[in-house]
């Protein structure tokens, strides 16, 4: 593990809980200084922060809405004054609600392609003028988008367009040796999935995969992990299916 007078510095977007939480807590494990953005969740990302803290990692709290740009460059500047420059951009922050396309309202459309796509975009955009040289960036797409199960039209376009960003950004940083990747979980065990489902609908998604349950947010903190790591140098604008083999 890194001392914290050496440590890396990593952005998680909508870190308070889930699989944002778990990334927090996993990269601190593995010895970055870690800024851990919320929305609106302050005493979950303050807890979370005094966690982390209680276990000699060096952890910050930032507020900022990703979907405007202003707040996340606010978010980058608080960030290298109390932490450092920032080495890892993790997008996670995100937002699904299932509807059919023909029921989907202007609000619920433009939440979630502010959230999911423009979010992605302004973190990406200040990480490029920012980053260190030799960063890492991981977006978060979803395996939803090879299923092509009803109701998650709308979300499934908004993943997609992450993965295109993902491929061409990996692109454009050419010279910087900052890659550029995407984890695409399949069902895994938050309140971001189980929400407004029945646990039979629940046990459904748990029996797809071949190794019939669902993933925990753990499992995908792990992922990234490696793909921040210096083990992954060489893998370069690519998707990475985490999702027990459900597709």
Known sequence: M???????????TGASRGIGAAVARRLAKDGFAVAINYASSSKEADALVAELAS???????????????????????????????VDVLVNNAGVLKTVPLA????????????????????????AAARM??????????????????PGY????????????????????????NITVNAVAPG????????????EEQIQTFAKMPPLQRLGQPEDI??????????DAGWVNGQILRANGGIA
């Open 187 to 198: 069902p895994i065990a938050t309140s971001l999935f189980l929400d407004g489902k029945t």
């Open 103 to 126: 029921d989907t309202s202007d609000a619920l459309y433009d939440q979630t392609f502010d959230i999911n796509v423009r979010g992605t975009f302004n973190t990406l955009r200040e």
């Open 55 to 85: 276990k000699g990692a060096k952890t910050i709290a930032v507020k900022a809405d990703v979907s405007k740009a202003d707040e996340v460059r606010a978010m980058f500047e608080v960030v290298e004054q109390q932490l450092g420059k």
């Open 132 to 149: 260190n040289e030799g960063g890492r960036i991981v977006n978060f797409s979803s395996t939803t988008l090879a299923l092509n199960m």
């Open 2 to 12: 890194n001392t914290i007078e050496n440590s890396q510095v990593a952005i998680v």
């Open 153 to 176: 039209a709308i979300y499934n376009a908004t993943k997609a367009a992450v993965e295109a960003f993902t491929h061409v950004f990996a692109k454009e940083l050419r010279g910087r």
């Open 221 to 230: 903190a792990s992922v990234v992990s490696f793909l921040v790591s210096p």
